[in-house]
């Protein structure tokens, strides 16, 4: 409900401020451990538990429509290209990061990779992944659901998706992102589609945004992300009735 993804708006980001701050301040390859786990998916199941809602229909735990799956392939190896390549020099022209900033967030993430060692993938890729669309494609957008219609709750939820990653400089990409795993789980009827895409956007770009992209790569990719939008599109699995609160055990608030 409305009231479920308000209370998780306030209690994540207050989580986010000051624990995962303060943590992140100490050691920040914990940070991005205990961030995601304590201020992210604990609030979400907590307060999902809390208000008895039927926890398979929240968190859409069932297996995806068949005609997602090459919508959700091509997503997943093109995704991270655009938001590399194309979303973030463009955020960068029109909301620059100042210098010293980015200094200091390129020696904070050298530093955590350097920590994290063979586990940097499973900590910064799957593991935000999980907890994530487990927070805001599960709960956030599925209790807005049942207030609003599809649209509304998809803006809404991405909305909030950008908000709390605390950053200006990423709220834009971020929030496009959301977008796309918001229609991707809607489409999917689950959340292991919007998982598998967002964790390999995480995953590649880790690996593969400092490099110098080919002049094919400029095609490849926007083709096959075009392509993957219009399966997606497609696909018959589009959720668009609405299930009610008394059907999928969620009380109203």
Do not use: M
Not at 160 to 181: C, E, I, M, N, V
Not at 222 to 229: E, S
């Amino acid at each position: 409900t409305l009231a479920s993804a308000a209370t998780f708006a306030v209690v994540a980001f207050l989580l986010l401020y000051y624990l995962g701050g303060a943590v992140s301040g100490i050691a920040p390859a914990l940070g991005v451990v205990v961030s995601p786990i304590a201020c992210i998916l604990a609030p979400a199941l907590l307060l999902a538990l809390f208000r008895r809602y039927d926890l398979r229909a929240t968190f859409l735990a069932r297996a995806p429509v068949r005609s997602a799956w090459p919508a959700t392939i091509l997503l997943a190896a093109s995704t991270w290209f655009l938001a590399a390549f194309a979303l973030a020099p463009l955020q960068n022209e029109i909301l620059p990061i100042p210098g010293p900033v980015a200094k200091e967030i390129e020696r904070l993430l050298g530093d955590t990779l350097t920590a994290l060692g063979p586990f940097k993938l499973l900590a910064l890729a799957l593991l935000p992944a999980v907890c994530e669309e487990l927070a805001f494609r599960g709960l956030v957008l599925q209790g807005l659901r049942e207030r609003f219609r599809p649209f509304p709750a998809v803006i809404l939820s991405s909305l909030l998706f950008g908000a709390l990653h605390l950053s200006p400089y990423r709220f834009a990409a971020t929030f496009l992102l959301g977008l796309l795993l918001a229609g991707l789980a809607i489409r999917s009827r689950s959340l292991l589609p919007p998982i598998l895409v967002h964790a390999a956007h995480n995953a590649l770009a880790i690996t593969f945004a400092s490099e110098h992209p080919g002049t094919t790569s400029y095609v490849v990719f926007p083709v096959l992300f075009i392509t993957g939008l219009l399966l997606l599109a497609r696909s018959p699995g589009t959720g668009t009735e609405q299930t009610t609160a008394a059907a999928r055990g969620v009380p109203s608030p």
